[in-house]
């Protein structure tokens, strides 16, 4: 199949999905189509199969706002076309899906093609921004224009059927980890620069946004390292990152929290860390906890949106409600003094993420897009 696929390109959940999609499409022999504004943040590595198209936003004076999704559709247009895709997977409703609909309209004017549209719901598209007057109508017809619509969790799909009047069906397909990529054996010499005295390892990972409650994480670690030796690692960039470096300096961990900006290796990061944190608002999925289960990493989160659908409580992490940090200190702290529970979890939330791994999803995608292939004018 040719298959185009549209995401942002940059460290969001939502990119990191389509782009490693479009890899393990390309992988199966596919030829895989990204258009986005920017090479996705993991397109790093040369396959035949995979073709990228910038999108192009040209400045003019008038402009305040460049029309990227005007932009955006005529780049489809072209690669639809040029390319005779068989259909387009979009992910994050906003702005693709209506970048989308007036793409297929184009195409089906201008060649009596009928380019299915497919699109996947990632999270904050439909909780947050989504939501937004500003942005309601547009998103609901579009999704509802989408030819097949699919949610990463059971709780987004719950939650687009609560806030907006979708008359389609969604299909959960949940969110892939490549297992194989992530199960990887700590490299001693980085655990030593990290943690010189054999100290615990605690790590959270985001684009630290409000969202993502990275205070609660500063806050957490305080809590663990009143009990004992440990470091914490902050991975991510993102708005609130100047106020977590002066709450680290207030709370006096500053000596034992090391930021270390957006990172692309993130298997090896993960590989000599102990306990994950993700004390989110909200979050749909938790593609950043099922990364950490796969390198054997124990998640303590909330129970906010979909991640109890991934994190099972007391058996590959914990869980508790937005903003105890309370109860998630005790959980790190009782946990970080017990080597056989942690032996234990450790082991369970690498099994858990092994239900969720690449070979297992991918394959649901394929079917879905068989489903679609090829639609003529009269379908
Ligand atoms: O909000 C983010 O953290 C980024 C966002 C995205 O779409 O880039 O992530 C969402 O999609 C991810 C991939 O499906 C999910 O794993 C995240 O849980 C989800 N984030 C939220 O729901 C807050």
């Known amino acids: 199949m040719r298959i185009g696929i549209v995401c942002y390109p940059t460290f969001g959940g939502s990119g990191v999905l389509a782009t490693e999609l479009g890899k393990a499409l390309a992988d199966e022999g596919h030829q895989v189509h990204f258009i986005t504004y920017q090479q996705p943040v993991r397109l790093n590595e040369f396959n035949a199969n995979i073709f990228y198209h910038e999108v192009r936003v040209p400045t003019y004076p008038l402009f305040d706002y460049p029309p990227y999704e005007v ?33 297929k309209q184009i195409v089906k004017q201008k060649t009596g093609r009928n380019i299915p549209v497919i699109t996947t719901l990632h999270g904050t598209d439909i909780t947050l921004v989504g939501k937004d007057k500003t942005y309601e109508p547009v998103v609901t017809f579009s999704i509802n224009e989408s030819d097949a619509i699919t949610a990463v969790s059971q709780n987004l799909k719950d939650e687009t059927y609560k806030s907006f009047a ?14 194989t990529r992530f199960n990887k054996k ?7 620069v990290i943690a010189p005295n054999g100290e615990k390892v605690l790590i959270h990972a985001s684009n630290f946004r409000k969202v993502k409650r990275v205070d609660d994480v500063v806050t957490i670690f305080a809590a663990v390292r009143k009990e ?9 960039d993102g708005p609130e990152r100047p106020a977590i470096e002066e709450l680290v300096r207030v709370l006096g961990v500053d000596d034992d929290v090391r930021f270390l900006g957006k990172q692309e290796q993130m298997e090896d990061i993960l590989a000599v860390s102990d306990v994950f944190l993700l004390p989110s608002e909200y979050e749909s999925f938790g593609l950043a906890a099922l990364e950490a289960m796969a390198a054997r990493v124990v998640v303590i989160s909330t129970n906010a949106g979909g991640l109890s659908e991934i994190n099972i409580q007391n058996k590959t992490g914990f869980l508790a409600d937005v903003g105890d940090v309370a109860a998630m200190s005790k959980f790190a702290i009782d946990l970080l003094h ?9 082991e369970a939330a690498y099994q858990q993420a092994v239900r969720f791994d690449i070979t ?17 004018l009269n379908e």
């Open 360 to 376: 297992n999803i991918i394959p649901i995608y394929e079917k879905l897009y068989s489903r679609f292939c090829r639609m003529t």
């Open 71 to 103: 932009a955006l559709a005529s780049t489809m247009v072209d690669v639809i076309i040029n390319h005779d895709l068989d259909l387009l997977h979009v992910h994050y409703a906003i702005p693709h899906a209506s970048a989308a609909y007036m793409a």
């Open 186 to 192: 700590p490299i001693a010499p980085f655990r030593k």
């Open 166 to 179: 979708i008359h389609k069906d969604i299909e959960v397909i949940y969110n892939f980890v490549d297992v």
């Open 338 to 346: 017990d080597d056989a529970k942690m032996a234990t979890m450790k």
């Open 228 to 236: 004992m030796p440990a470091k914490l690692l902050l991975v991510g």
